[in-house]
C-alpha cells in the first residue's frame, strides 16, 4: 500500500457518489446490519430520495446528519472528519521510569506525541501530532491523559542516564498491539546510568549441523562449535522428515548449558542488560510436529547463560532451522555477548 | 614529366600442394581429465607452424558450446585464455589448420573440482631466487598441495606453503598448483590444479663488453680499426659463479675461442659481479711484438665499454599493443661501499634517471607483453663492482566482487571474463526524498533521473554504487608527482557503456560498509567522495572515447599508502567491455602499461530480473495467464544465475512503474545480500494514483476494486508459479507485500501441491483469521467471520488447508500504519449502496440463502459460496480479526515463523512509511530485513 490516506478519502468519494446514484435509483436501501464497536466507525449510506440527499454514518459515537443542498466536497469533507475521528481512542497512559537497579528514578522528562486525526485544511497522511510532557514523580511514575488518537510515542530524558535501547516507545490504539499501563501496573521504561559499560565479549555465527540428534558443543569465546571438545553449549536437534499419524513431534531441539544455565528472556523489548542472579535451568527444549516439505524453525530465543559455575554471565539469541537447505540440513543462527568478569551487567 | 606511370604487374600463384601435413599440435596445459579449480581456465599449446589458425570449443554438461579463437605467437605459443569452465565434465576441443587448410584435432576433457586452489603472487625478493617459497590456500584442507612437484603444508586455515619449490632460472618462470586427497603424490591421482599456471616475469642478467680498437702499425703507418664484443653471461641461480664468454669476435681474425673466466671472489646472489673497465688491454698480433722507428706497434683501447644488460621478459601471450611496467630496483656496491646508481638505459634509448633512495636507484620501464626488453643500469665512475638488479612487475589490476561474496581479491575468485562479465545496473532510476512518507524513495523516473547526476544525491542512493579497486603495483608516489598518470580506459566495447567513479570513503579498507554502516555512509556522501571524480582533463565520466586520466589529487588525498587503492563506480551508460587500468606517460600522451581487463556488462535493472503481469489495468480483469513485460527492456536470460527464484508479488496503490521501483528495490537489496538467484515481479491490476481528495472522488471503491483483482489475480499466480516450479523444481520462493498477499495468499490456497519452497508474507493485508481463526477479534459484527470459518460456521479457516508452500513464514508489524486503515476499510464492509452495486448482509433465509447480496438497479443478487467468494471477500465481508501482516503469533500454517517488525533489530514504526519500509529508505537500515529474509527462505549460507 501506497499512500494510504486514500483509503478513508477513497471512501469519503463512495459515499458522495453513493448519494447522487441513490438519487437516480430513487429506491430505499435496507437497513444497517454492521453494529460498530470499538468505537470504529462503520458506514452506511440509509437512505436518499429525489429531493434529498442524505448521508448518514452511524457509530456508537459518531452520526451525522447530513444537511440537504450541500455540495459534494462539504459532504465529503464530513465523512472524512468522522472517519479520521475514529480512529482516535482515549489515551490514559501510566508509565514507570526505574533505574539500572529497578530504582525509581524521579525527575525523569517525559515528553510524549499522541497521533490524532483531524480534518485540517491540509490532510497530513500521518496526522496531527499532539506534543505533551511531563515529569515522573518521586516513585517515577507519569501519566499522560486527555487527548486522544491512535498512537503514543514516548520519549524519557535525564542527564546522566540512557535509556535502555529496544525498549517499547510506541503505543497502538485500536491495533493488535498489547501492553499494560495502568496506574496499577505501568508500562516500565529503565535508564542506565551513562558510566556503566562492561568488556563484552561477543559473536554472531552461522553454524551447519547435522539433524540426526548428535550432541554439539559450542564454545563461545572461541565462536566455534564442535562435536567434541569443550565448550559452552551443547546443541541437538533431531528430525525425521518420516512421521507417523500418531506421532505427535518430529522436529526436537535441545540445548544444554554446560556447568551453566539459562534463562529465557520473553520480553521481546527486553535489551538483557542484566542477567538475574537466579532461576537459571540447565536446558532448553524446544519441540513440534512440521510437514514435509516444511522448514522448521525454533523461531528467535533469546536466554540469558550463566557460564563456568557462575563465573561469568551473558546472553545468547538463538534460532535454529531445520530441514534448512538442500546443503544444509541443520542452521544454527546465534548472536552472543559474554561478560568474562563475574559481573551480570551486560551492558 | 610529371605524371608519368609505369605499371608492372606481377602474377603469384600460392601452392599448397606441397603442403601435405597437417600442423603439429603439442597441448601443454590442461591435460586430459585435468580437475581445475574456479570458473575460467587458459589453455597453454605450442604449434609447429606460427601462422596456423587455432581454435578451442568447450562444450559443458547442458550441451551449450563456447568457440574462442586462439591466439598464436610467432613462436608457436597458443594460449586461449578465460575459457568457461562449468561444473561437472567440459569436453574441449582444439584445431589448429594450417594456411593449406589441413587441420589437426586435440580432444580433452576438463572438469571443474569443487575444491577451491589459490596462489598468492611471489614476493618481489624472491623472483631471482632458484628456490621459491609460494604460498595459497585450498578451500579443502584434506587435500595435499604440490607446487611444481614440491608437496606444500596444508596447515587447514585453509593456506598453504611449499617450500624450496624450483624455479625456470630465466625467461618465464610458471608454477603448477595441484591438490589432491589422500595422494601421496601428486601423479598418483586426480589432482586439482589452478585455472591457470601462474606466471611471473623473471629477468636474465648478463654482462657485455663492447671494446672498440684502434690498432696503428707504425710500420707500415697503418691504423687497422677492429672491434670485437665480449659478451659475458652470468647465469643466474644456478652456477652462479661463473663468466662465460658466448661470443668472442675480432675482424679479421679467427673467432675466439669460449673461456671459462672465473670470478675472483663471486658475490652471494642475488649479488653479481661486473667490471665496467678493464685495465689498458695491448694486442700483440700472432703474439709478436714489432717496433718501427723506436715505436713500438701497438693497440690502443680508444672506447671500451660495459654494460650490465637485464632482460626482462612480460609473461603471457604477446598482446598488440599491452605493456607490463617493471620495477627495477639498482644496489651497487663498490668493494663493500654501496655506490650511487644514477640511471638506467634501455636499450637504443637515452639514459633515464632513476630515484635514488638509500643508494637504491628505482626505475619504472614499460616492457610489452609477450616480448622482451634489455635494460642497462648505468653506473659511471665505477670499475669493478657487485650489483643487484631486481626487476619486478608492477602488477596493475582492476577488481569487483565478481563473486559477490563481500570481498574483493585480484585472484581468481573474482576473474572476470568475457563469458563470465561483471553486471552491474545503470544508476538510472530518481531516489530522493518523497514528502508523502517523509522518508526517502524511488522518485517517479519520469521526474529525475540519478544516470545525469554528478553527485550521489542521497544514502539510498548507494545501493546503485558499486566498489572498484585498483591495484597500481606501489608506485603512487609517482602518480602523486605526476611522473606517471593512472588512467581507466574502455576496450572492446559494445553499446555505450560509461561509469563515474568517487573516491571511496573507506580509503583504507575499501570496503562495502557504505551499503550497510549509516556513519560510512554519510563520510560518502560527503565532498569530495560524493563527488564524480574529474580527470586531468575535466570529464566526470569514464567513456569510450578517450582514458579517464586520473589526477594526481586523488593520489595526494585518498591514497593509503599501499599498492591498492578505492573507489566506487555507477553505471551511467549501457553497453559492455573491458575496463583496464592503465599507466601513462607524464603528460598522458603515451601508454607505458596496462592491466589485465576487468569485463563489465552495464545493463539496465529491468534486464537483470524478469517481470511478469496478469494485466495493470485495474478497470480489465485479470489474465489467468501471466505475459513478459519488455518494455523498454527484457529479461536478459542469458546471465548465470543459481538455480532459485524468488518471485515478488506487490500490494495496492502502486501505477506499473512504482511496481517495477518496489521490484527492483528488493532486487538490489537482495543482490547486496549476496543471492545470487533468479529474481521475478509479477504485476496484477491493482488501482492506482490515489492521491488526496480528487483522484479519491473520481475513482471510488478503490480500495475494494483492487481487493477484487487481487483475488481473481490469484490463478494467474499460481499458474506461473506452476512454471517456474517445474524449471526449478522445489527452489521458487515467494515474497508479498501488503495486498499481494491476497494475491499470493489465494495462489497458495489454490495449488493442488506445493510449487513454493517457502513464502514470505510481509505485512499482509489479508486478514489473519484466513489462518488461524484463534487470532483476536478486532471487532464482532453480525456479518459472519467466513475468513476463519469457510463457509460454515463449523469449517475451518478460508487457508487452512493451503498446501502451496513448504514454509510459511509473516513478517508483521503490530502497529503498522496502513494496516491501521485496513480495519477501517474492513468496517465499511458490506459496502452498502456506496456505489454500483451495493452489497449488504442480511440473516441467511430463503430470500437471501447465504446472506450476502447486492442490489443492482431493482434487482437483489444473491452471492454464494464457494461461487462469489471472491466477491463476497473484497466488497461484503469484513474481516473480524486484525490483518495478517499487524497480528502476532499465527498459527496454523504460519506456525512458529514469525518476525516482529515493529520491534528491534527492523523498528518499522507506526508512521505512514513503515508500512513499506523494506523497500524505502536506505540500505544501510534495512539490510538487517533482507537478511533476515534470505535467512528464513532458507537461502543464507
Known sequence: MKNKLAIFLSIIALLVIALFWRQMENRTTPTAHFPVSNALATKNVTSASTELQQATIHSNTFQIAEQTQQDSTTIAEEKARVILKSRNLPIDFWGKVIDQDGMPLPSVKVESRIRHWDFAAKINPNGTMIKKETTTGADGQFHISGDSGDNLEIKVVKAGYALEPNMKLDFGYGTADRFNATQENPMVFKMWKTNIHEQLIVGNNRFHIATDGRTYIINLTKGTIAESGEGDIKVSLTYSAQITDDQSNNWLFEMNAVNAGIVEETDSHSSMYAAPEDNYTPTFQFNQRIRNGQRGSTGERRFYIRLKNGQEYGRITIEVFAPYNDKIPGLVDIQYAINPTGSRILR | LAGNETTTNFNYTVDYSGVTNPPALTLIWPQNNA?????????????????ATVTASVTDTNGDTNIVPALVERNGAVWVKDLPLSSGTNIVTLTATNAAGLGIVTNFDVVQSAVSVTMDPLPDNELNQALVTVTGTVSDSSYNVWVNGVQATVSGDPTWEADNVPVNPTGTASFTVEAGMNLDSPLSGKTVALEQPSVVSVISQHTNYEDVLTVHNFCDGTDFISTYTEALDWTMGIGGDSWWFTDYFWSGETNGSETNLSAANPPAPPWLYATTQQPDYHYVPNGESETCDGLQSDSEITTQTAKTIIELAAGGPAQSGAAELVRLTVQVNSGDVPFPVSSARILGQAPTPMETNDEVG??????????????????????????????????????????????ITFDSQDQTTAANPYRFWLNNDYDGYDSSIEDYDDLDPSTGD?????????????????????????????????????????????????????PAADWINGGATYLTDTNMAAAQLESP?????????????????????????????????TATNFLLFDAVGHGSGQLVLAIYNSDGTVKLAESQPIYLDLQDVKEMYERWTVGDDPNTAPLTTASVVADPY???????????????????????WEKDAFAETAFKRLYWQGYKGHFGEFRWPTGYGFTPIIGTITDARNYDNSESNAWASATGLLNKLNDLNTIYPGHVYLMAHSMGNVVAGEALNLASNQVVNTYVAMQAAVPAHCYDSTTANRVTPTTPDRYAYYWTDSSPSYFNSSAGAGTYVNFYNINDWALGWWNVDQNFKPDEGLAFPGYYYSTPSDTHPMGFYKIIGSDDINLFFPTNTYEIFAYADPAWSYALGAQADVNGRFSGNQVDLFSSPYGFGSEHNGHSAEFNSDNMNRAIFWN???????LSQ
Not at chain 2, 35 to 51: E, H, K, R, Y
Open chain 2, 35 to 51: 580437475l581445475v579449480s574456479g570458473c575460467n581456465f587458459t589453455i597453454q599449446a605450442q604449434v609447429d607452424d606460427a601462422t
Open chain 2, 362 to 407: 628505482e626505475l619504472y620501464v614499460s616492457v610489452p607483453v609477450g616480448a622482451t626488453e634489455n635494460i642497462t643500469p648505468v653506473v659511471p665512475g665505477a670499475d669493478n663492482y657487485t650489483f643487484n638488479v631486481q626487476a619486478t612487475n608492477v602488477t596493475l589490476q582492476l577488481a569487483v566482487d565478481a563473486n559477490r561474496d563481500g570481498n
Open chain 2, 450 to 502: 540519478d544516470a545525469t547526476n554528478t553527485t550521489i544525491s542521497c544514502t539510498r542512493d548507494l545501493e546503485d554504487y558499486t566498489r572498484l579497486w585498483l591495484n597500481t603495483g606501489g608506485f603512487v608516489p609517482q602518480l602523486e608527482s605526476g611522473e606517471f598518470i593512472a588512467a581507466l580506459e574502455w576496450k572492446s566495447t559494445t553499446g555505450n557503456p560509461q561509469i563515474r567513479v568517487f
Open chain 2, 529 to 561: 567522495c560524493g563527488e564524480a571524480m574529474q580527470d586531468v582533463n575535466g570529464q566526470e565520466t569514464v567513456t569510450t572515447n578517450a582514458p579517464f586520466l586520473i589526477s594526481t589529487n586523488y593520489w595526494y588525498d585518498w591514497a593509503n599508502g
Open chain 2, 634 to 656: 527484457s529479461y536478459d536470460s542469458t546471465i548465470p544465475a543459481d538455480n532459485t527464484y524468488i518471485l515478488f508479488v506487490h500490494g495496492w496503490n502502486l501505477a506499473p
Open chain 2, 932 to 938: 533476515k529474509l534470505i535467512e528464513e527462505m532458507g
